[in-house]
């Protein structure tokens, strides 16, 4: 998992599975929307106006990679 945040146009993209591509998309609201692969699996989730939607604040380019998911 990879999740980079760009301060130039306030988005964040998680990359929850980096070897699958993107087939469909589905907006749950006009800042959020999950991205599938052929197989109907999520592979990614893009937030615009991250700032605002989560709270960030705008400092510089963020990359976070090799991340694992645990269930807790």
Do not use: C, Q, W
């Not at 990359?15 to 006009?30: A, G, P």
């Not at 109907?40 to 709270?55: M, P, Q, R």
């Not at 510089?60 to 991340?67: A, C, D, I, Q, S």
């Amino acid at each position: 998992m990879k999740i980079k945040y760009d301060p130039e146009v306030d988005a964040i993209y998680i990359d929850i599975i980096e070897e699958k591509k993107s087939v469909k998309t589905i907006h749950l609201s006009e800042d959020i929307a999950l991205d599938f692969s052929g197989n109907e699996e999520l592979v990614g989730i893009e937030i615009l106006d991250a700032s605002k939607v989560i709270g960030l604040e705008r400092k510089g380019k963020l990359v976070l990679e090799r991340l694992e998911a645990v269930a807790v």
